[in-house]
């Protein structure tokens, strides 16, 4: 609670002062608010121009990077099967000859 020191006269005028002070006040607030969203709009936005380049690269490296693993992945499968037949070709020599010599 705030003293005023006077008669009413005062008091009441001191008051309507206080009043239109708040009012100017709210409504610089409310200037400033949307001063500061405008201003954080436009820095959201000139950050998303700044990185926009950056992500769309980043988006085709890393569909390359799946394309890539993805035929890593067939050629070592190919390479299993690979190994895995020569295996058995060995193994089918191995046992020819085995007959053979018998």
Same mark, same amino acid.
């Given at each position: 609670?705030? +003293? ?16 239109? !002070?708040? /009012?100017? !006040?709210?409504?610089? @607030?409310? %200037? @400033?608010?949307? !001063?500061?969203?405008?201003?954080? +709009?436009? $820095? ?6 700044? =990185?926009?380049? =950056? ?7 890393? /569909? ?8 890593? =992945? /067939?050629?070592?499968? /190919? ?6 037949? +020569? %295996? ?7 046992? $020819?000859? =085995?007959?053979?010599?018998?």
């Amino acid at each position: 609670m705030k +003293a005023f020191y006077g008669g009413i006269e005062y008091y009441l005028q001191k008051r309507i002062e206080e009043k239109v !002070d708040r /009012s100017e !006040d709210s409504n610089e @607030n409310k %200037t @400033n608010r949307k !001063d500061q969203k405008r201003i954080e +709009a436009e $820095l959201r936005q000139k950050r998303y121009n700044q =990185t926009k380049d =950056t992500r769309k690269e980043l988006e085709l490296r890393e /569909s390359e990077i799946e394309k890539l693993e993805e035929q890593k =992945t /067939s050629l070592n499968m /190919s390479y299993r099967i690979g190994k895995f037949l +020569a %295996t058995l070709y060995w193994q089918k020599k191995k046992i $020819l000859n =085995t007959k053979k010599q018998k």
